[in-house]
């Protein structure tokens, strides 16, 4: 489910690799909200051992390409 939100600008990357979820994103049922609401600000995980980390190109490229913006905010900020 995550990878297919991040192809479609769902999700995203902040600058310190946190992740950003976009304020168009509307869950379907309460459980799939949850599930992508509660990912805004938490740090992506570091690839498997053995695996490059993505280069920081990407990042931008998806944030000024893909990325539907603006990203919700932290609640409380």
Not at 54 to 61: E, T, V
Request: aromatic fraction near 8%; charge should be neutral; hydrophobic fraction near 35%.
């Amino acid at each position: 489910m995550h990878h297919k939100l991040f192809d479609k600008g769902v999700l995203g990357l902040a600058d310190d690799r946190t992740v950003t979820v976009s304020t168009q994103f509307v869950g379907r049922s309460s459980a799939s909200a949850g599930a992508g609401l509660d990912l805004v600000g938490r740090p992506m995980f570091a690839p498997q051992a053995g695996y490059p980390h993505p280069d920081g190109g990407h990042d931008d490229w998806h944030r000024n390409e893909v990325f539907k913006s603006p990203a919700r905010m932290l609640a409380g900020t």
